[in-house]
């Protein structure tokens, strides 16, 4: 066991390997038929995989669409964008309800 004496304040470099953590829970009865090396493993939910595509494809979109801004940068300098508080209330709505699914 490490003693809290003589502390600097800084971490310490993780001094137990793999094999040795593998051999700990051997010690402690979570032990592998003989033969079978330690190895560790993990298992993805179907959510897990979709969250990695949706990640993926989202990474490869430009981070705003530039022509539509332009566009709208324009409609507004000639006032002719017009805001229509029904349409957006709605789409609040839908987000709301659609959050409140998950």
Known sequence: MTSIDNLTGRPRPLETSVSEWSRA???AGQSKPSGEAAADSITLTETSNQI???S??????PAFDSAKVERIKELIAEGRYSIDPQRIAN??????LSLGKA
């Open 25 to 27: 829970g051997s010690a």
């Open 52 to 54: 990695a595509v949706a």
């Open 56 to 61: 993926r494809e989202m990474a490869a979109m």
């Open 91 to 96: 789409r609040f709505i839908e987000l709301e």
